[in-house]
């Protein structure tokens, strides 16, 4: 991971909050705050990962980056420029730079267009001119993304889910873009062809130098691709790391949990493996709990948890996380620094 | 005779465009209190397995040969009206997505009173209480008061433990499990998975877990049947499977999994190309165009059938491939890769 | 819930208001495009024995001649609270809900209306309890026998009825069934005879309309269930249902068809709601005085303020309808939060 002065998406107390309304006016009673102040920054070449359970606000988070939502507060910065408010028609040039994959390789091709003309819509859209025609360049991208130039003409209900998601792969990539956001690309997958689109994705980011915010709920392959990766509960984020320091030491006791949850396919270890189990479901983002969201599941939850949000601090190089009683972390740090905590 | 035995099942689909061979042979044992694990990718017939054992093909076009001894009882030839008094009270289901497993237009206490009316001739106002007694048993705080809910009012776990709740309502001797959690969350999931295993002793049911995730599988069972194109190709204990697999299908599926017990391996082995068709099952070993190994069979593959043969002590494989040149791969270019960098 | 039904009513008068704007807005310009004045609207009100001058005050008076504004307004305060009509020989006093007059009979249109109401709904009901019976009964045989003889047999069927227009299956049924005829299931008489005075000759009297109207509808609900149920049939909670080891009748009734009948329960309430204006085809077909048969007579006569009464008055059922419809879709769906 290279450091850079800019970073290529920079996000800043990025928030989204759906309004609830009530009675006969439709009066705005509450909001349901799916995202809620969130930051960091994704360099040049990197993998963000971004993990959580459903209603944590992962997907609303690809949504805003790519301003397929607008946000209701917070600023995303794109390339140095800020593209939180722009409008449609100032965005489209950018849609260039900016691509997004999504989970379900079924219904987001259009079954009544050729891959020709799925993958060489982008060409016509932003109006770019290739060498050597756009059908030239679409059988070009096919082939990078393993598929059969061939198969050009073909509607998407002839491939298998795995050949789809390289459709939708392929037309992300018609205009070279710098940053794709992946929204679980890979859950709707079998196992076997996961592995594969997990390998061409990494391929495709060595040979275009891309950089990815890939949204999952599967921890494995979090994992197995990003260089960095934050963990979110709740529309916020709990824990922000690099990947390594987040899998192997975690501090937010949410992180732990999470990756001690994962089953793991070895039964040997089965029996001893020592188990955090949280109790009950993801409290709803209708009525999160106070301060630290995280408090009604904790094992290590105390007063203070209930009464002040603990802020997103840097307790180890690169390694940000919001709890007041982290785990594995250095002793010299201050958790929760108190000059900075927002009292709720 | 063990308590459920399958034997040469098959089940095919008439279609169109010919004949889908959906299972294709399957032999397998359970017994009371043991689980076993299938294991497959979409189209590989787990599912179609499971919905054969309860006779839900019955009455259906599906063609269907082979036996299912349940308990003493062959079910294929039996009346579709006495498979049906056995379903729900001698075995049972838990599907995949509890949403739309439920009736979204009726609550779930209205679900589960009415399974175990079926089979249990008691007054509406017993089988409520019974039905509150299972909601409290499978973990849901306040039965009493949720029963009147309805499915969309539940969280994903929630309906999953109603789901548990009504297929354990009869106290059945044989459990189904397809894809219990793949709609769950990773936190919920774990609560699911010890819920089942607690659930399994306290009832000492036999337990089938249907699933594609291998951590799963290996979370619960004692023996795994890992099934490809219709046919099972490697059967074990969940030892065998996990530590001395000689299928180049289960490698495969080892290979493409990242795993976090272990280091991070820098690249994925995913198997080439994509689950068969099971209209144009390739010739000979179905597994074939994709497998690497194709070429050391001596031309073989594609135009044998490779027979289920015991390696050792019920370990069971499909593969054309010699014994010894299977354990030499996996000890030499398998393991080694997995193990990770 | 109370709420959303105030919010509901409140967007329905508007939707009414809307309606009687446009309708009154097209009413008031045909005549004038097709060469009309207000003096000639006038003397269709003041008889043909008046003179220019009579005719010249009548228009005035009837404010013919106020921009088109202000005619809005006093017919729409007309349907509010009544309104008084003065051309001429007399004031005479419309009470509320005012519609206007006749232009050839010079009576009120509302009382109109209201006598042939009965007709109208006792047809709609009728013909509405058969189809529903014959349709979704066809419908759900049809897809759980999906390729049978029967399955074909009654899609063709079923293909014909919303095919074939009610001026002909009409005649045919006329000719075939009604009095005097080789298959005769009517009385003689024939004409309407209301249901207070005597049920039976009111049953007799709407048969062949019933069955002649039910017909077109039930061959499209029976369509509507067909794919209805076979897509029910399909879902998870089927096959749950199935695997809790439920006879096959409680599967296809208690959890099949609950789910399939709540799309036909909306495209029910809302053919209800039209009929109520009028089944026009039916009524003419079988000379019923029902309310299409007065929007046919007023149309050919050109009585606009007839029209409008007829168009206003359907109107005002589609809107309840779909109220009706949408609180019912509540009742029938738990998970429809009416907000």
Same mark, same amino acid.
């Not at chain 2, 497993?101 to 089979?119: C, D, F, N, S």
């Not at chain 3, 004045?37 to 009548?58: C, F, H, P």
């Given at each position: 991971?290279?450091?850079?002065?800019?970073?290529?998406?920079?996000?800043?107390?990025?928030?989204?909050?759906?309004?609830?309304?009530?009675?006969?006016?439709?009066?705005?009673?509450?909001?349901?705050?799916?995202? #809620?102040?969130?930051?960091?920054?994704?360099?040049?070449?990197?993998?963000?990962?971004?993990?959580?359970?459903?209603?944590?606000?992962?997907?609303?988070?690809?949504?805003?980056?790519?301003?397929?939502?607008?946000?209701?507060?917070?600023?995303? @910065?794109?390339?140095?420029?800020?593209?939180?408010?722009?409008?449609?028609?100032?965005?489209?040039?950018?849609?260039?730079?900016?691509?997004?994959?999504?989970?379900?390789?079924?219904?987001?091709?259009?079954?009544?267009?050729?891959?020709?003309?799925?993958?060489?819509?982008?060409?016509?859209?932003?109006?770019?001119?290739?060498?050597?025609?756009?059908?030239?360049?679409?059988?070009?991208?096919?082939?990078?993304?393993?598929?059969?130039?061939?198969?050009?003409?073909?509607?998407?209900?002839?491939?298998?889910?795995?050949?789809?998601?390289?459709?939708?792969?392929?037309?992300?990539?018609?205009?070279?873009?710098?940053?794709?956001?992946?929204?679980?690309?890979?859950?709707?997958?079998? @196992?076997?062809?996961?592995?594969?689109?997990?390998?061409?994705?990494?391929?495709?980011?060595?040979?275009?130098?891309?950089?990815?915010?890939?949204?999952?709920? #599967?921890?494995?392959?979090?994992?197995?691709?990003?260089?960095?990766?934050?963990?979110?509960?709740?529309?916020?984020?709990?824990?922000?790391?690099?990947?390594?320091?987040?899998?192997?030491?975690?501090?937010?006791?949410?992180?732990?949990?999470?990756?001690?949850?994962?089953?793991?396919?070895?039964?040997?270890?089965?029996?001893?493996?020592?188990?955090?189990?949280?109790?009950?479901?993801?409290?709803?983002?209708?009525?999160?709990?106070?301060?630290?969201?995280?408090?009604?599941?904790?094992?290590?939850?105390?007063?203070?948890?209930?009464?002040?949000?603990?802020?997103?601090?840097?307790?180890?190089?690169?390694?940000?996380?919001?709890?007041?009683?982290?785990?594995?972390?250095?002793?010299?740090?201050?958790?929760? #620094?108190?000059?900075?905590?927002?009292?709720? | 005779?063990?308590?459920?035995?399958?034997?040469?099942?098959?089940?095919?689909?008439?279609?169109?465009?010919?004949?889908?061979?959906?299972?294709?042979?399957?032999?397998?044992?359970?017994?009371?209190?043991?689980?076993?694990?299938?294991?497959?990718?979409?189209?590989?017939?787990?599912?179609?397995?499971?919905? /054969?054992?309860?006779?839900?093909?019955?009455?259906?076009?599906?063609?269907?040969?082979?036996?299912?001894?349940?308990?003493?009882?062959?079910?294929?030839?039996?009346?579709?009206?006495?498979?049906?008094?056995?379903?729900?009270?001698?075995?049972?289901?838990?599907?995949?997505?509890?949403?739309?497993?439920?009736?979204?237009?009726?609550?779930?206490?209205?679900?589960?009173?009415?399974?175990?009316?079926?089979?249990?001739?008691?007054?509406?106002?017993?089988?409520?209480?019974?039905?509150?007694?299972?909601?409290?048993?499978?973990?849901?705080?306040?039965?009493?008061?949720?029963?009147?809910?309805?499915?969309?009012?539940?969280?994903?776990?929630?309906?999953?433990?109603?789901?548990?709740?009504?297929?354990?309502?009869?106290?059945?001797?044989?459990?189904?499990?397809?894809?219990?959690?793949?709609?769950?969350?990773?936190?919920?999931? /774990?609560?699911?998975?010890?819920?089942?295993?607690?659930?399994?002793?306290?009832?000492?049911?036999?337990?089938?877990?249907?699933?594609?995730?291998?951590?799963?599988?290996?979370?619960?069972?004692?023996?795994?049947?890992?099934?490809?194109?219709?046919?099972?190709?490697?059967?074990?204990?969940?030892?065998?499977?996990?530590?001395?697999?000689?299928?180049?299908?289960?490698?495969?599926?080892?290979?493409?999994?990242?795993?976090?017990?272990? /280091?991070?391996?820098?690249?994925?082995?995913?198997?080439?190309?994509?689950?068969?068709?099971?209209?144009?099952?390739?010739?000979?070993?179905?597994?074939?165009?994709?497998?690497?190994?194709?070429?050391?069979?001596?031309?073989?593959?594609?135009?044998?059938?490779?027979?289920?043969?015991?390696?050792?002590?019920?370990?069971?494989?499909?593969?054309?491939?010699?014994?010894?040149?299977?354990?030499?791969?996996?000890?030499?270019?398998?393991?080694?890769?997995?193990?990770?960098? | 819930?109370?709420?959303?039904?105030?919010?509901?009513?409140?967007?329905?008068?508007?939707?009414? *208001?809307?309606?009687?704007?446009?309708?009154?807005?097209?009413?008031?310009?045909?005549?004038?495009?097709?060469?009309?004045? =207000?003096? =000639?609207? *006038?003397?269709?009100?003041?008889?043909?024995?008046?003179?220019?001058?009579?005719?010249?005050?009548?228009?005035?008076?009837?404010?013919?001649?106020?921009?088109?504004?202000?005619?809005?307004?006093?017919?729409?305060?007309?349907?509010?609270?009544?309104?008084?009509?003065?051309?001429?020989?007399?004031?005479?006093?419309?009470?509320?809900?005012?519609?206007?007059?006749? +232009?050839?009979?010079?009576?009120?249109?509302?009382?109109?209306?209201?006598?042939?109401?009965?007709?109208?709904? =006792?047809?709609?009901?009728?013909?509405?309890?058969?189809?529903?019976?014959?349709?979704?009964?066809?419908?759900?045989?049809?897809?759980?026998?999906?390729?049978? +003889?029967?399955?074909?047999? =009654?899609?063709?069927?079923?293909?014909?009825?919303?095919?074939?227009?009610?001026?002909?299956?009409?005649?045919?049924?006329?000719?075939?069934?009604?009095?005097?005829?080789?298959?005769?299931?009517?009385?003689?008489?024939?004409?309407?005879?209301?249901?207070?005075?005597?049920?039976?000759?009111?049953?007799?009297?709407?048969?062949?309309?019933?069955?002649?109207?039910?017909?077109?509808?039930? *061959?499209?609900?029976?369509?509507?269930?067909?794919?209805?149920?076979?897509?029910?049939?399909?879902?998870?909670?089927?096959?749950?249902?199935?695997?809790?080891?439920?006879?096959?009748?409680?599967?296809?009734?208690?959890?099949?068809?609950?789910?399939?009948?709540?799309?036909?329960?909306?495209?029910?309430?809302?053919?209800?709601?039209?009929?109520?204006?009028?089944?026009?085809?039916?009524?003419?077909?079988?000379?019923?005085?029902?309310?299409?048969?007065?929007?046919?007579?007023?149309?050919?006569?050109?009585?606009?303020?007839?029209?409008?009464?007829?168009?206003?008055?359907?109107?005002?059922?589609?809107?309840?309808?779909?109220?009706?419809?949408?609180?019912?879709? *509540?009742?029938?769906?738990?998970?429809?939060?009416?907000?």
């Amino acid at each position: 991971m290279s450091e850079s002065p800019e970073p290529l998406l920079s996000v800043q107390g990025l928030e989204k909050h759906f309004p609830i309304t009530k009675g006969l006016i439709k009066r705005q009673v509450g909001a349901v705050k799916a995202v #809620d102040g969130l930051s960091f920054d994704v360099v040049k070449g990197e993998t963000l990962g971004l993990v959580g359970e459903s209603g944590c606000g992962k997907t609303t988070t690809g949504r805003l980056i790519t301003r397929l939502l607008e946000p209701t507060g917070g600023k995303v @910065v794109f390339e140095g420029r800020d593209i939180t408010h722009m409008s449609q028609g100032a965005l489209r040039p950018l849609r260039r730079d900016m691509q997004m994959i999504f989970q379900d390789p079924y219904s987001s091709l259009n079954p009544r267009h050729t891959v020709g003309a799925i993958v060489g819509a982008p060409f016509r859209i932003q109006g770019v001119k290739t060498e050597h025609g756009t059908k030239k360049a679409v059988q070009d991208i096919l082939e990078l993304v393993g598929l059969n130039p061939e198969h050009y003409n073909r509607y998407p209900h002839e491939f298998s889910g795995g050949q789809r998601q390289r459709i939708g792969i392929a037309r992300t990539l018609a205009l070279k873009p710098k940053l794709i956001i992946a929204d679980e690309p890979v859950s709707a997958l079998d @196992v076997s062809i996961q592995a594969q689109v997990v390998n061409l994705l990494e391929d495709l980011q060595n040979e275009l130098d891309l950089t990815y915010v890939v949204i999952a709920h #599967d921890l494995s392959v979090v994992r197995h691709i990003s260089d960095r990766v934050a963990v979110m509960y709740l529309g916020k984020i709990v824990e922000i790391a690099d990947r390594q320091a987040l899998y192997e030491a975690p501090m937010h006791p949410y992180t732990t949990a999470l990756l001690s949850a994962v089953p793991v396919p070895d039964v040997k270890r089965r029996t001893e493996r020592e188990r955090i189990r949280l109790q009950g479901d993801v409290p709803s983002p209708l009525n999160p709990p106070s301060a630290c969201r995280f408090h009604t599941r904790c094992w290590k939850a105390q007063e203070i948890c209930k009464t002040v949000e603990p802020p997103l601090a840097e307790l180890a190089t690169g390694h940000q996380v919001a709890c007041h009683f982290p785990e594995n972390a250095p002793k010299d740090a201050v958790p929760g #620094d108190a000059g900075t905590a927002v009292p709720a | 005779m063990s308590f459920l035995e399958l034997n040469d099942l098959r089940v095919h689909f008439p279609t169109d465009d010919g004949l889908v061979k959906s299972v294709d042979g399957l032999t397998f044992k359970l017994e009371r209190g043991k689980t076993l694990g299938i294991v497959g990718e979409s189209g590989s017939g787990k599912s179609v397995t499971s919905l /054969a054992i309860l006779g839900l093909h019955k009455g259906g076009r599906a063609m269907i040969s082979g036996e299912i001894w349940l308990d003493g009882e062959e079910l294929v030839s039996a009346s579709a009206e006495h498979v049906r008094t056995l379903r729900g009270k001698k075995m049972a289901m838990i599907f995949q997505d509890p949403l739309s497993a439920m009736h979204p237009y009726y609550t779930v206490g209205a679900q589960i009173v009415e399974a175990y009316r079926i089979h249990h001739h008691v007054s509406k106002a017993v089988a409520r209480k019974h039905a509150i007694d299972m909601l409290g048993r499978v973990g849901i705080p306040q039965p009493e008061r949720r029963i009147d809910s309805y499915p969309h009012e539940f969280s994903g776990g929630m309906r999953q433990r109603a789901m548990i709740a009504m297929a354990l309502s009869c106290d059945p001797e044989l459990l189904i499990a397809d894809e219990p959690t793949t709609a769950l969350d990773v936190t919920v999931q /774990a609560q699911i998975l010890d819920l089942m295993r607690d659930l399994q002793q306290e009832f000492n049911s036999a337990l089938i877990i249907i699933t594609h995730d291998l951590g799963v599988v290996a979370e619960l069972s004692d023996d795994i049947l890992v099934m490809y194109g219709g046919k099972c190709i490697e059967y074990g204990t969940a030892e065998d499977i996990f530590e001395r697999p000689e299928h180049p299908y289960t490698w495969g599926l080892l290979g493409s999994m990242p795993r976090l017990d272990r /280091a991070r391996t820098e690249r994925l082995m995913p198997i080439k190309g994509t689950p068969p068709s099971l209209i144009n099952v390739p010739s000979g070993c179905a597994f074939h165009p994709r497998c690497a190994f194709e070429g050391r069979t001596g031309g073989k593959a594609n135009t044998q059938v490779p027979e289920l043969l015991e390696t050792e002590g019920g370990h069971l494989v499909r593969c054309h491939l010699p014994r010894e040149e299977r354990r030499a791969i996996w000890e030499n270019e398998i393991k080694p890769n997995l193990e990770s960098v | 819930m109370v709420t959303y039904i105030i919010r509901r009513l409140i967007w329905g008068v508007v939707m009414l *208001a809307i309606v009687s704007m446009t309708t009154f807005a097209i009413f008031f310009l045909v005549p004038r495009l097709a060469g009309a004045t =207000s003096d =000639s609207l *006038a003397a269709r009100y003041v008889g043909r024995t008046a003179n220019a001058e009579q005719v010249k005050i009548a228009a005035e008076r009837l404010g013919f001649n106020d921009p088109l504004i202000v005619q809005y307004g006093r017919f729409a305060k007309g349907i509010v609270v009544g309104a008084d009509y003065n051309y001429g020989p007399g004031v005479e006093r419309c009470p509320a809900p005012c519609l206007g007059y006749s +232009f050839l009979t010079r009576l009120p249109v509302w009382p109109d209306l209201l006598t042939r109401l009965p007709v109208t709904i =006792s047809l709609a009901l009728g013909a509405a309890v058969i189809w529903l019976i014959a349709g979704v009964a066809t419908g759900v045989v049809s897809a759980l026998r999906r390729g049978s +003889f029967f399955d074909r047999a =009654s899609m063709s069927i079923a293909l014909a009825g919303v095919s074939l227009p009610i001026f002909f299956t009409g005649i045919v049924s006329l000719v075939l069934f009604s009095y005097g005829r080789p298959f005769a299931i009517t009385a003689p008489g024939g004409s309407f005879t209301p249901f207070f005075t005597n049920p039976v000759q009111w049953a007799y009297s709407l048969l062949l309309p019933w069955i002649t109207l039910a017909f077109l509808y039930a *061959a499209g609900y029976a369509r509507l269930t067909r794919s209805g149920m076979l897509e029910t049939m399909n879902e998870d909670y089927i096959r749950t249902a199935r695997a809790k080891g439920l006879t096959e009748r409680v599967v296809v009734f208690k959890h099949g068809l609950r789910g399939a009948l709540t799309p036909i329960l909306t495209i029910f309430g809302l053919d209800l709601g039209l009929l109520m204006g009028g089944a026009v085809l039916t009524e003419s077909t079988f000379s019923l005085p029902g309310i299409g048969k007065y929007a046919i007579d007023a149309i050919t006569s050109q009585d606009l303020p007839k029209v409008m009464g007829v168009v206003l008055v359907t109107a005002f059922f589609v809107v309840l309808a779909n109220l009706v419809v949408d609180l019912l879709y *509540a009742v029938v769906d738990p998970r429809v939060r009416l907000t």
